[in-house]
């Protein structure tokens, strides 16, 4: 008998339609991790998506980089991925949290959690790469798979089950169907589920840096006029033994004036906003510029469909929380289905997806809410916000429960 982690995906085909519980619609980081999670259960899935899953594999580091928080690495760990990770992840054992200006010395109010404010590093960084080729290896290993990939697809729902055709005849009936396709979701969209758009007129540049000093596994989050600053503390190389992850955010022009600048005015301008903590900074690897928003769906479930991810909501990266919410989806909606699947119960049943939409939709909410207050508060240069955020920043600091507090829900334990 072949063990689920070591055998074959299943490839269906046009002449004989296969048959799972589950499809998943977008082979991203939250779709590839409910696959794994529900296929060590014993659970048959399906996971399209439009693009073949080897090339999304890059095999040069490139300056992306997921900050991993403690609950969703638990999620790792029970699919089987967090193992297979080719790169050992960097923990987050401290994050230091300022105001100021670009050049300036940062405000003396400052916050900091630190090593006592938890029991467990607060989170990992992991390369974007190398999640990539985790979640690959985990789906291709996995007998209880179905990939249809590359695939376009068309989904017909019904009160009874799903059916996902490919255009080249492939069939897949499934009892229920998970949107993972991301913000622009096209199952989203074809469900007839609104979404809501908050646009925050910011783009978030991302990269990678090679520094002189040692990080120390802390984070810097640095709260600017234009947007925040974060660097990110990440394993190290042969060639860069000191390496940090960049997630920058400004007004959308200034972005792209700043992405594009010769190497060194683009240094000189990081700089001037990292300060000399990390000694000499090198850029290395890619830079990436994004359009920053918030959105969210006007509801999370349709007839034997439920939304999962940035299909379902998007939000400021100013607390590194995107991926984590929707990993916590995951969680969420693996343990309902598990749960179902003990029991012998239908997937798809609306009383299984309304349980999911009650415990997921009501705090992703609230995060949504929190950060989009946050980057509003402290992305200005007013001078009354500033004397009043620094203030609270600095009484944070001196209750080290209420830090605790902010930290245990940022870890999601």
């Known amino acids: 008998m072949t063990s689920p982690d070591t055998a074959s995906p299943v490839y269906a085909c046009a002449t004989s339609p296969a048959h799972v519980d589950v499809c998943v619609i977008g082979a991203g980081p939250v779709g590839a991790t409910l696959a794994c999670r529900l296929a060590r259960e014993g659970i048959s899935v399906g996971i399209v998506d439009r693009a073949p899953l080897p090339p999304m594999e890059h095999p040069d580091f490139d300056g992306r980089a997921y900050a991993i928080a403690a609950g969703p690495k638990r999620l790792l760990e029970e699919a089987g991925v967090w193992e297979r990770l080719p790169q050992t992840p960097n923990p987050i054992e401290s994050i230091l949290v300022t105001d100021g200006r670009p050049g300036e010395p940062p405000s003396p109010l400052s916050l900091e959690f630190s090593r006592e404010d938890a029991t467990q590093p607060f989170g990992w960084m992991a390369e974007a790469r190398a999640l990539r080729v985790a979640l690959n290896a985990t789906l291709n290993e996995s007998a209880n798979v179905t990939l249809l990939a590359p695939a376009d697809v068309s989904i017909t729902r019904t009160t009874e089950g799903a059916i996902v055709t490919t255009k080249d005849g492939r069939v897949l009936h499934a009892r229920l169907i998970v949107a993972a396709d991301g913000r622009g979701s096209r199952t989203r969209s074809q469900a007839g589920i609104p979404i809501t758009r908050l646009p925050y007129g910011q783009s ?165 809410a929190a950060t989009d207050a946050l980057d509003r508060l402290f992305s200005n240069n007013n001078p009354v916000l500033r004397l009043g955020r620094d203030l609270g920043i600095a009484a944070v600091h001196r209750m080290p429960r209420l830090r605790r507090a902010f930290v245990r829900h940022a870890m999601g334990v």
């Open 204 to 368: 978030g540049i991302v990269c990678a840096i090679a520094h002189e000093l040692p990080h120390d596994n802390s984070a810097l989050e640095h709260f600017l006029p234009g947007g925040p600053f974060a660097q990110l503390p990440m394993s190290g190389t042969a060639e860069h033994p000191n390496l940090s992850a960049v997630v920058w955010s400004e007004k959308d022009e200034t972005a792209r004036r700043l992405s594009a600048l010769p190497e060194a005015s683009f240094t000189r301008e990081l700089k001037r906003r990292l300060g000399d903590r990390l000694g000499d900074v090198t850029p290395v690897g890619r830079r990436w510029v994004y359009p920053l928003a918030a959105q969210y769906a006007q509801r999370y479930t349709a007839t034997r469909l439920v939304l999962a991810g940035d299909a379902a909501h998007g939000i400021h990266p100013i607390a590194g929380q995107g991926l984590n919410l929707g990993f916590r989806d995951v969680i969420a909606l693996s343990e309902l289905l598990i749960e179902a699947h003990r029991k012998g119960e239908d997937p798809g049943s609306p009383a299984l997806l309304a349980r999911y939409q009650k415990r997921c939709r009501p705090a992703n909410m609230l995060m949504l």
